[in-house]
Each structure stands twice: as structure tokens, then as C-alpha cells.
Nanobody, 124 residues
Framework: VQLQASGGGLVQAGGSLRLSCATS????????MAWFRQAPGQEREFVAA???????HYADSVKGRFTISRDNAKNTVYLQMNNLEPEDTAVYYC???????????????????WGQGTLVTVSS
């Protein structure tokens, strides 16, 4: 199983970025997928998730600004990030799990598979 995150970069506050996570080696349509982020010196935190049912869940800090989506034909999950803030600066990781339950969807330790991370830097 491989997860390959991409799309990070440097953007000014108020700008937008779209992250992608291409997967292989798994039955993507049956997996719940998520994005987490980790800023320097901080713990990895939940950003957004999309279950195999396509239901979506967001951290309060990104609700209304970020949108998670999936394309089962391309085995890829996306994170559209709008109105970015300096506080969004972090390494963003995609994660996937086939059997994660709803109550665990925000817990990084409950995901089996992880991508390598992509750096997002938002300047003020």
C-alpha cells in the first residue's frame, strides 16, 4: 500500500492550495481517508476525513475553509484549502484505513496507512 501526498507549497495568507493524495495497493473505494497536519513542536492534529460512504468531517479550525473530496476512479483524495491563514502552516499528511469507526476518525493512531507528508507554508 502506498499513499503519495502532493500539492504543498508557499502561499500568502488568504490564498488557496489543493493537496492530493494518490493511493495504490488498496481497494480505495472501501477506505476512509483523512488529512492530518503537524506544525513544528506540536502534535499531529486532525484536519478532515471522508469516509467510504463519502460522509465528511472537519476540525472546527478549518470548517468552512477546507473541503475534502475523493475520486474513486483515480484512487485519490483531495483537500481544497481556501482562505489560508499563517496558523495553517504545517506538514500535511494523508492517511487511510479500511475499518476505522466513526468515533475514531479523528485519532491518528487508528489509521493503518500514511503518506509521506507535504509542507504547506502560509506567509502573513
Amino acid at each position: 500500500v502506498q499513499l503519495q501526498a502532493s500539492g504543498g507549497g508557499l502561499v500568502q495568507a488568504g490564498g488557496s492550495l489543493r493537496l492530493s493524495c494518490a493511493t495504490s495497493g488498496l481497494t480505495f473505494s472501501r477506505y476512509s481517508m483523512a488529512w492530518f497536519r503537524q506544525a513544528p513542536g506540536q502534535e499531529r492534529e486532525f484536519v478532515a476525513a471522508i469516509r467510504w460512504t463519502s460522509s465528511t468531517h472537519y476540525a472546527d479550525s478549518v470548517k468552512g475553509r477546507f473541503t475534502i473530496s475523493r475520486d474513486n476512479a483515480k484512487n485519490t483524495v483531495y483537500l481544497q484549502m481556501n482562505n489560508l491563514e499563517p496558523e495553517d502552516t504545517a506538514v500535511y499528511y494523508c492517511a487511510g484505513d479500511r475499518e476505522i469507526i466513526l468515533s475514531s476518525i479523528r485519532r491518528p493512531n487508528d489509521y493503518d496507512y500514511w503518506g509521506q507528508g507535504t509542507l504547506v507554508t502560509v506567509s502573513s
